[in-house]
């Protein structure tokens, strides 16, 4: 329970933003950026020039001294910042308050920017001009100050119609100075008690996440979250790995912190001291480094988005963070789980516990203390792994392409050139045609016409066949022979595959719609 209720007001949008520019009202570094385009920003002027409801914007009133934007797209959000403590930090409305400060304040120097937006008397419209000097195109920063409104509003005197715009111009400034915002204040709370209404602020579709909540968590003694997180992802990046998650980040960073890598864990980082934060980015950031290469010789992995479950890339650096010269036994064992893990779909749905547990057997299986991970069982059944529908969106499939990839086929079953590998890949279309590598359409296996398969392998040299887990036995099988030889034989080959990079014996069932 709050110690004070949350207080409603009505307040004018005018002073709103007035109040952002003095500083009483901060917009606090944590929220995540700016993130709405100009087809966005005009819609919120319409809204307003037509008496549209805008929602609601909620204030935290607090005593906490944390870190505020002070530019947003080159617009100097507060004009003489002062530290002066309680003060309100905006919470919910940072995207619409935001845009409206931006355009009244707009500096008019550079005509290209998303603050410069007019209003076009002839039509009513919120625009941004391709060039300056139109009469009829009111810029919103001549609104506010009483000389500048009157200063814009002579150059009417030259058009054909001045009264006309003289009116437009008057509508346009009653309706900003007239409009009212519903403002709610929360007051004396601490920052641990505010954390949970980030989870609950959706109002534009874009919901905060732990990532966001942590930034408002950390912000002590000049660190910088959002700056120590960037560096970590750019230091991958220049590794040749992009698009790593900061979720990601926050969890290896937790781990390297010894907590654990659950969300109630992760909160924990905000109780540590600066000099323990910092450390724990660069042990962590040098340990996720050597995980993703150890990915790369061992699954051909070089874009993260393929790695079938993100939380793996999590394990395998906890573990380089302990053992910086494993074994080649253990080198090997790290290897044959992270393919086990990977076609059984051992961590989909894996629950709090089982986060825990993993990261404590991954932890003792560093440092020698045991010699076996989880899952331990002798075979695997891969009826799911096979018979999947192919989608690069889940697990099954992405794994299913880094076992075709690790095979490097130039060319597909249809004898299509596969462009050669490269380091680093732009775009999933650069994987479409590896991992798409089957003469079975659908799924991992899938189905395949009777009569196609000769005609598939046409021209098609042997290594391809092989690279695309197709041996020269199946092209052979006569076009008239039932589905079932086909994907019987297919399967097989993919169970082959699956054990050597697992070390486990495979099974497989055919599914009954296949079996004709």
Same mark, same amino acid.
């Given at each position: 329970?709050?110690?004070?209720?949350?207080?409603?007001?009505?307040?004018?949008?005018?002073?709103?933003?007035?109040?952002?520019?003095?500083?009483?009202?901060?917009?606090?570094?944590?929220?995540? +950026?700016?993130?709405?385009?100009?087809?966005?920003?005009?819609?919120?002027?319409?809204?307003?020039?037509?008496?549209?409801? *805008? !929602?609601?914007?909620?204030?935290?009133?607090?005593?906490?001294?944390?870190?505020?934007?002070?530019? *947003?797209?080159?617009?100097?959000?507060?004009?003489?910042?002062?530290?002066?403590?309680?003060?309100?930090?905006?919470?919910?409305?940072?995207?619409?308050?935001?845009?409206?400060? !931006?355009?009244?304040?707009?500096?008019?120097?550079?005509?290209?920017?998303?603050?410069?937006?007019?209003?076009?008397?002839?039509?009513?419209?919120?625009?941004?001009?391709?060039?300056?000097?139109?009469?009829?195109?009111?810029?919103?920063?001549?609104?506010?100050?009483?000389?500048?409104?009157?200063?814009?509003?002579?150059?009417?005197?030259?058009?054909?119609?001045?009264?006309?715009?003289?009116?437009?111009?008057?509508?346009?400034?009653?309706?900003?100075?007239?409009?009212?915002?519903?403002?709610?204040?929360?007051?004396?709370?601490?920052?641990?008690?505010?954390?949970?209404?980030?989870?609950?602020?959706?109002?534009?579709?874009?919901?905060?996440?732990?990532?966001?909540?942590?930034?408002?968590?950390?912000?002590?003694?000049?660190?910088?979250?959002?700056?120590?997180?960037?560096?970590?992802?750019?230091?991958?990046?220049?590794?040749?790995?992009?698009?790593?998650?900061?979720?990601?980040?926050?969890?290896?960073?937790?781990?390297?912190?010894?907590?654990?890598?659950?969300?109630?864990?992760?909160?924990?980082?905000?109780?540590?001291?600066?000099?323990?934060?910092?450390?724990?980015?660069?042990?962590?950031?040098?340990?996720?480094?050597?995980?993703?290469?150890?990915?790369?010789?061992?699954?051909?992995?070089?874009?993260?988005?393929?790695?079938?479950?993100?939380?793996?890339?999590?394990?395998?650096?906890?573990?380089?963070?302990?053992?910086?010269?494993?074994?080649?036994?253990?080198?090997?064992?790290?290897?044959?789980?992270?393919?086990?893990?990977?076609?059984?779909?051992?961590?989909?749905?894996?629950?709090?516990?089982?986060?825990?547990?993993?990261?404590?057997?991954?932890?003792?299986?560093?440092?020698?203390?045991?010699?076996?991970?989880?899952?331990?069982? +002798?075979?695997?059944?891969?009826?799911?792994?096979?018979?999947?529908?192919?989608?690069?969106?889940?697990?099954?499939?992405?794994?299913?392409?880094?076992?075709?990839?690790?095979?490097?086929?130039?060319?597909?079953?249809?004898?299509?050139?596969?462009?050669?590998?490269?380091?680093?890949?732009?775009?999933?279309?650069?994987?479409?045609?590896?991992?798409?590598?089957?003469?079975?359409?659908?799924?991992?296996?899938?189905?395949?016409?009777?009569?196609?398969?000769?005609?598939?392998?046409? !021209?098609?040299?042997?290594?391809?066949?092989?690279?695309?887990?197709?041996?020269?036995?199946?092209?052979?099988?006569?076009?008239?022979?039932?589905?079932?030889?086909?994907?019987?034989?297919?399967?097989?080959?993919?169970?082959?595959?699956?054990?050597?990079?697992?070390?486990?014996?495979?099974?497989?069932?055919? +599914?009954?719609?296949?079996?004709?």
């Amino acid at each position: 329970m709050f110690k004070k209720d949350p207080v409603p007001d009505i307040q004018r949008l005018e002073q709103l933003v007035a109040n952002i520019r003095r500083g009483e009202i901060r917009l606090p570094k944590f929220q995540r +950026p700016f993130v709405w385009d100009k087809e966005d920003m005009l819609n919120l002027w319409d809204s307003i020039y037509n008496g549209y409801p *805008i !929602g609601s914007v909620l204030l935290w009133h607090s005593s906490e001294a944390l870190k505020s934007e002070r530019e *947003i797209y080159g617009f100097s959000v507060q004009e003489s910042p002062v530290e002066v403590y309680p003060t309100n930090y905006l919470l919910d409305g940072q995207q619409r308050l935001t845009t409206v400060c !931006g355009a009244l304040y707009w500096d008019g120097g550079n005509l290209d920017s998303i603050w410069a937006i007019h209003f076009d008397l002839d039509t009513e419209k919120f625009v941004y001009p391709k060039s300056i000097g139109q009469a009829n195109l009111f810029p919103l920063n001549k609104l506010l100050n009483t000389s500048d409104f009157i200063r814009q509003c002579m150059r009417f005197e030259a058009t054909s119609n001045p009264k006309k715009y003289y009116e437009a111009a008057e509508m346009l400034l009653r309706s900003v100075k007239d409009y009212k915002v519903a403002v709610v204040k929360i007051g004396d709370v601490s920052l641990d008690e505010v954390a949970p209404i980030f989870e609950r602020i959706n109002s534009t579709g874009r919901k905060l996440t732990m990532v966001d909540l942590m930034r408002a968590a950390t912000w002590k003694d000049g660190f910088d979250l959002t700056q120590y997180i960037s560096d970590f992802l750019e230091s991958l990046a220049l590794d040749g790995f992009r698009d790593v998650p900061e979720s990601i980040v926050l969890r290896g960073v937790a781990a390297a912190s010894g907590l654990g890598i659950n969300k109630a864990d992760i909160d924990g980082l905000r109780n540590l001291d600066v000099d323990a934060l910092r450390e724990s980015f660069e042990s962590s950031k040098k340990a996720t480094v050597a995980g993703l290469h150890f990915l790369n010789r061992e699954l051909g992995l070089d874009d993260f988005s393929y790695l079938p479950y993100g939380i793996q890339l999590t394990y395998v650096a906890e573990f380089f963070r302990l053992n910086s010269t494993p074994s080649g036994e253990q080198l090997t064992t790290l290897r044959e789980w992270i393919w086990t893990t990977a076609v059984t779909r051992y961590f989909s749905g894996a629950s709090t516990g089982q986060n825990s547990r993993d990261l404590a057997e991954i932890r003792a299986f560093a440092v020698g203390s045991v010699d076996a991970l989880s899952p331990t069982v +002798p075979l695997l059944n891969l009826t799911d792994f096979i018979f999947d529908e192919f989608n690069l969106r889940t697990a099954s499939s992405t794994t299913f392409g880094l076992l075709l990839r690790r095979h490097k086929p130039t060319a597909d079953i249809s004898g299509r050139a596969i462009p050669a590998l490269k380091s680093q890949r732009k775009n999933r279309a650069d994987y479409a045609d590896i991992f798409s590598g089957s003469i079975f359409s659908g799924r991992n296996v899938g189905q395949v016409l009777k009569g196609q398969s000769s005609a598939n392998v046409e !021209g098609v040299t042997a290594p391809d066949l092989d690279a695309n887990l197709v041996s020269e036995e199946l092209a052979a099988i006569p076009g008239g022979a039932t589905m079932s030889h086909h994907v019987r034989a297919r399967a097989q080959l993919i169970c082959n595959a699956v054990s050597r990079m697992t070390g486990k014996e495979c099974q497989f069932t055919v +599914p009954g719609n296949l079996q004709i």
